[in-house]
Every structure is written in C-alpha cells, then in structure tokens.
C-alpha cells in the first residue's frame, strides 16, 4: 500500500512515530536541562542547532526531536560555556575530536566535563555552584578574617541568604595561593580596578548586541561575552609570561 499523509511527505515519518517514546520535544529538553542549567532558553536550544552543536531530527510538520544523545550533546555543551568559558569554536573542535574517536562521548545521564581548551583557559567549576560560608572556608583553607576583608573589599560576594558561587570559590582559592606568596591585601585593589576596567569594556562592545530584540540576541551576547572572557585569560596570561622573561633570564 503507497504511503500516504504525512508519511508520503516525510519518509522517515514512520520510523519517527514508531520511537516517539525515546525521542522528546525541545520542551521536554529543556525541562531535563533547566534543573541544572536554569538560564537556558528554547531560544538558546536552537542557537546551539543554528551553530551546529546539536542536530535534532525533524518530524513532517517540522517539529524538533531530540534523543538522549542529543541531550549529552547539550550538556557537553552548556557545561564547558558555564565551568569552563570555553567559546563555540572550541567546543564545537573537541566535539568532533569526539567523532572521530579522539575523545571521549558525552554521557547521556551526566554532565560531561570537557578537557582543557586553548592555552591560558583554565578548567573553573563556576556556574550554578552553591557553598555555604562553612564549606568556602574549608575548601579553600581560607582564614575567616581574611574572607572578611575580602567581601569588604568588594572582591567576593554572598548571595542571599549567605551562599557563596562558584566564582568566589576561585577568587578566595587564587588569592589564598597569592598571599602565601607574600602578596598583600593591598595589592588585591589592582586586580579589582583592572576587572573592572575590562568589565567596562566588554559592556561597550556587548551593548549593541543587548539592545537587539531578536530571540537570538541574547544568546549571541552570551557567546560572544564567553569568546571575550577566554580571549582576555590567554592575553593576560601571554602578557605576564612575557613580562617575567627577562626576570627568569630566559
């Protein structure tokens, strides 16, 4: 019997409807994500299709499926933007590293953590992290006075009700290393004026693309906020690798 309706348009349709049940909607998606990746969007799920992270499958009418390797794509790729600030260039290069049996696959039931990116990117765990000031303090063998200049100084701040992120995890980590090396509190001013200069920087250069009101605006922002961030770590890093030459008499 010829095939007839949606199937005749779609020859794949039958096949499709035969594993609806192992294949989800990008709503169901980005339900499964939300838990641990809050800020995405649909329109940051189909970002990632348009950039070639992620390619679902299609039913007649157009709508997206997606299986549960598609949803470890997702999480490779959320996970390395969010811990990692890795930009889509990279990802996308150890993503097909994968593909070619050069790395190993995302696993579907967890976040996949992704290898080290270009020289000067340092693998962070940042993001959604949420440690009480208890748990800061003993992972990083951080002194309570000294966390307490520092959120007076302004370089880490608690979130209501008093947790900390995964970004003051490192600051407190990184300035806990410094100051075993001499450095002082006075010195930690410098880095926050610099941040801040870059912050204010980077701001112009975001601020046409958070204007725009397309859904993908926003995403693109994002993206390009990650590229700036990683570019600027490895800029930095060559910088004072360059500038302590001399005093290393290399």
């Known amino acids: 019997m010829n095939p007839s309706g949606a199937a005749a348009r779609d020859p794949g349709a039958h096949e499709l409807g035969a594993r609806d049940s192992a294949l989800m909607s990008i709503g169901e998606v980005l339900a499964h994500l939300r838990t641990e990746f809050p800020d995405t ?33 997702l999480r490779f790729v959320l996970t390395a933007q969010r811990d990692q600030y890795l930009p889509l260039r990279v990802i996308r290069e150890q993503l097909e590293a994968v593909e070619r049996g050069e790395g190993e696959p995302p696993a579907a039931g967890r976040p996949a953590l992704v290898a080290v990116g270009p020289e000067g990117d340092v693998p962070v765990e940042t993001g959604d992290v949420r440690v009480s000031r208890a748990d800061l303090v003993a992972r990083t063998g951080v002194a309570d006075d000294l966390l307490t200049e520092l959120e007076r100084l302004g370089l880490v701040l608690s979130r209501p009700p008093g947790w900390y992120d995964g970004d003051a995890v490192v600051i407190v980590e990184a300035v806990v290393g410094l100051t075993r090396h001499g450095l002082e509190l006075r010195h930690l001013r410098a880095f926050r004026v610099a941040a801040d200069r870059e912050v204010g920087l980077f701001t112009q250069l975001l601020a046409p693309l958070v204007r725009q009101h397309d859904p993908g ?11 700036l ?21 290399r």
Do not use: C, M
């Open 229 to 249: 961030q990683a570019l600027s770590q490895r800029l930095h890093a060559a910088l004072v690798r360059a500038g302590l030459r001399a005093t290393l008499g």
């Open 217 to 227: 605006a926003r995403a693109r922002a994002a993206e390009t906020a990650r590229e």
């Open 41 to 73: 969007t649909i329109s940051k799920l189909r970002f990632l299709e348009a950039e070639g992270l992620v390619d679902p499958q299609r039913t007649a009418s157009g709508y997206r499926k997606y299986t549960w390797n598609d949803v470890a794509r």
